[in-house]
């Protein structure tokens, strides 16, 4: 078994030299093996290693002794050991989660704290582990992805041990007189993964002996080729990426539309994972195929606060944005007013000649303005005049290419519905000075 974890650890370069380790150490047979093995490696790689031992408030004095003999087992080896207690069962309720889902997370969340950004994680994952984690995620749905199953090596955390053998490992532990607690919810079933070692494996292992070996061996074979795939979706993913704001995502919607629909997924959940710290689900990917199908100005609304929408020849994800409110301020000739809203100062005064106008400022035929003036967000009803007719401004912003989300920021310098400049993108035609011109009203929009 120590030859297996060693050739493990080397083969996947888990742990480098003089590296900071925090070992889990629950005090099952698996994890006192896992920290005997890597402390008797530590000396010639220089590690640092910590033990972890997270006492998660559910089994009474079976759980204080459990953190007993953790600790006297680290003191033996003299190595450091943190404790870290908790009460799973209400923060399960507050989570609204299983509290075998809230101990996992509880456990890793402290895993992480100790081990900082550039500590290393290990866990005594073993093969049969493996075949559970395999099953598990069949019963519940799953692609090439989840039938791998658990990596060597995932960020951070590292299983020396997942090639190794629970026999194996308890042979280990007798042949080097390691002690071990047995955990008794092990034999609960009321936990998924408990029905599974109990009732499930034991049906497989009748039908072929080496069912579980099998299992992991397959999980194996798939990772291969899931990280070859990965490879591949990778460079697709970069491929149909276009330039984009700060914030957003944007996918050339014609390259994704000619990918292989195995690879287009693939991309698309690389797009999602951009925003997500969890796994993202297929039934977002499958909302973001349909949606790829739909014409533009589409959109969808994600649970998890993700926004995504076909603008033209792109596919956009992003944060979801708060809906901007809607503002009006009027302009009073000869002041500067600022408007907070649209982060502008707008200065609107009168001439009785034309002037010299900077790009920021505009001319208009002040005689033809017939009302108040005001700077404000699109209404219904805004419309703009063009040389032959009128347009909506709402066809204004779908012809000029306004992100949806941005369309309630456009600053409009309107009396009543019309619109004499819709800011950054057209002028009224009906109110630009002539030779008939005997007053100019002129107005200049500068950052606030």
């Not at 330039?243 to 292989?260: D, I, S, W, Y």
């Not at 400022?361 to 404000?376: A, P």
Request: with cysteine.
């Amino acid at each position: 078994m120590r030859k297996k974890a060693r050739n493990a650890i080397e083969k996947f370069h888990m742990f480098p030299r003089q590296a900071h380790i925090v070992v889990g150490l629950s005090g099952g047979a698996d994890s006192v093996a896992l920290l005997h093995v890597l402390y008797g490696l530590r000396e010639g790689f220089q590690w640092n290693i910590t033990a972890v031992h997270v006492h998660h408030g559910l089994r009474g004095e079976d759980a204080d002794k459990d953190q007993q003999f953790a600790e006297e087992f680290c003191k033996k080896l003299e190595i450091s050991c943190i404790v870290r207690r908790y009460d799973v069962k209400a923060e399960a309720k507050k989570r609204k989660l299983g509290e075998e889902e809230t101990g996992r997370l509880l456990r890793y969340e402290a895993f992480r704290e100790i081990a900082g950004e550039d500590g290393f994680i290990a866990v005594a994952h073993h093969r049969k582990d493996q075949a559970e984690t395999v099953l598990m995620r069949l019963c519940r749905g799953t692609g090439l992805t989840g039938l791998v199953g658990m990596s060597p090596v995932r960020g951070n955390i590292c299983r020396p041990l997942l090639f190794c053998s629970r026999e194996e490992i308890e042979q280990y532990c007798r042949e080097n007189d390691l002690m071990w607690r047995e955990d008794a919810t092990n034999q609960e079933e009321k936990y998924t993964r408990n029905k599974l070692r109990l009732q499930v494996l034991p049906v497989l292992e009748e039908i072929n002996p080496k069912a579980v070996e099998h299992i992991a061996e397959t999980a194996e074979i798939l990772s291969v080729e899931e990280n070859y795939l990965e490879l591949q979706a990778a460079a697709c993913y970069e491929a149909a990426k276009e330039t984009a704001p700060k914030g957003e995502v944007c996918l050339n919607r014609k390259k994704l539309q000619e990918l292989h629909p195995a690879m287009r997924k693939r991309v698309l959940r690389k797009a999602m994972a951009e925003f997500l710290s969890a796994d993202v689900s297929q039934v977002q990917i499958d909302a973001l195929e349909d949606l790829l199908t739909k014409d533009t100005g589409k959109s969808r609304d994600f649970l998890e606060g993700i926004y995504a929408e076909n603008r033209y020849d792109v596919l956009v994800l992003s944060r979801k944005k708060e809906k901007a409110e809607g503002y009006q301020s009027a302009l009073p000739l000869g002041e500067t007013v600022v408007i907070a809203e649209a982060g502008i100062a707008v200065t609107a005064w009168t001439g009785e000649k034309a002037e010299s106008v900077s790009e920021n400022t505009k001319c208009f035929d002040y005689d033809k303005v017939d009302g108040e003036l005001f700077c404000r967000s699109r209404k219904t009803g805004d419309f703009i005049s063009m040389k032959h007719g009128r347009k909506k401004i709402k066809d204004l912003f779908i012809d000029e290419k306004v992100p949806r989300e941005e369309r309630e920021r456009v600053p409009l310098i309107a009396v009543g519905e019309e619109v004499l400049w819709a800011v950054g993108l057209r002028v009224s035609e009906k109110y630009q000075p002539d030779e008939n011109t005997k007053k100019y009203l002129y107005i200049r929009i500068e950052k606030a």
